[in-house]
Protein backbone atom coordinates (compact mmCIF):
# COMPACT_ATOMS: atom_id res chain seq x y z
CA UNK A 1 0.00 0.00 0.00
CA UNK A 2 3.00 2.39 0.60
CA UNK A 3 1.36 4.53 3.39
CA UNK A 4 4.76 5.96 4.45
CA UNK A 5 4.80 4.53 7.69
CA UNK A 6 7.74 2.53 7.82
CA UNK A 7 9.75 2.91 11.14
CA UNK A 8 6.77 4.59 13.28
CA UNK A 9 4.94 3.27 15.93
CA UNK A 10 1.30 2.64 15.58
CA UNK A 11 -1.13 3.17 19.07
CA UNK A 12 -4.01 0.74 18.39
CA UNK A 13 -6.80 0.79 20.89
CA UNK A 14 -9.44 -1.91 20.94
CA UNK A 15 -5.93 -3.79 19.64
CA UNK A 16 -7.30 -7.04 20.95
CA UNK A 17 -10.63 -7.37 19.64
CA UNK A 18 -12.65 -7.66 16.05
CA UNK A 19 -10.94 -5.20 13.81
CA UNK A 20 -7.96 -4.02 16.16
CA UNK A 21 -5.54 -7.41 15.31
CA UNK A 22 -6.74 -6.83 11.48
CA UNK A 23 -5.19 -3.05 11.69
CA UNK A 24 -2.14 -4.13 13.37
CA UNK A 25 -1.36 -6.61 10.79
CA UNK A 26 -1.92 -4.16 8.11
CA UNK A 27 0.44 -1.49 9.74
CA UNK A 28 3.15 -3.88 10.49
CA UNK A 29 3.25 -5.34 7.22
CA UNK A 30 3.61 -0.97 6.40
CA UNK A 31 7.16 -1.47 8.70
CA UNK A 32 5.55 -0.01 12.16
CA UNK A 33 6.24 -0.99 14.82
CA UNK A 34 2.44 -1.51 17.51
CA UNK A 35 1.24 -0.28 20.91
CA UNK A 36 -1.67 -2.65 20.93
CA UNK A 37 -4.51 -1.47 23.76
CA UNK A 38 -7.45 -2.88 25.07
CA UNK A 39 -9.67 -2.84 27.85
CA UNK A 40 -8.82 -6.56 28.15
CA UNK A 41 -5.41 -7.32 28.98
CA UNK A 42 -5.78 -10.88 28.15
CA UNK A 43 -7.39 -9.95 24.55
CA UNK A 44 -4.35 -7.88 23.99
CA UNK A 45 -1.46 -10.11 24.56
CA UNK A 46 -3.73 -12.67 23.03
CA UNK A 47 -3.46 -10.52 19.85
CA UNK A 48 0.52 -9.95 20.30
CA UNK A 49 1.01 -13.64 20.21
CA UNK A 50 -1.37 -14.17 17.49
CA UNK A 51 1.31 -11.92 15.09
CA UNK A 52 4.10 -14.26 13.54
CA UNK A 53 6.45 -11.34 13.53
CA UNK A 54 9.78 -10.11 14.28
CA UNK A 55 8.06 -6.54 14.59
CA UNK A 56 8.32 -5.31 17.71
CA UNK A 57 4.34 -5.33 19.74
CA UNK A 58 3.74 -4.02 23.14
CA UNK A 59 0.62 -4.93 24.52
CA UNK A 60 -0.87 -3.79 27.82
CA UNK A 61 -4.49 -2.93 29.11
CA UNK A 62 -5.64 0.50 28.83
CA UNK A 63 -9.13 2.03 29.62
CA UNK A 64 -8.96 5.39 27.49
CA UNK A 65 -11.79 7.41 28.83
CA UNK A 66 -9.46 7.37 31.99
CA UNK A 67 -6.55 9.35 32.28
CA UNK A 68 -4.89 7.80 34.78
CA UNK A 69 -5.14 4.52 32.74
CA UNK A 70 -3.74 6.32 29.48
CA UNK A 71 -0.83 7.91 31.56
CA UNK A 72 0.08 4.32 33.18
CA UNK A 73 -0.05 3.00 29.90
CA UNK A 74 2.05 5.35 28.34
Known sequence: ???????RVA???GGGDTIGPLITRLLIC?????ALLDL?????AQAKQ??????T????ACDITDETSVAEAA
Open 57 to 60: IFSD
Open 30 to 34: EGTSA
Open 11 to 13: LIT
Open 50 to 55: AENTTA
Open 40 to 44: NCETA
Open 1 to 7: MGMGLSG
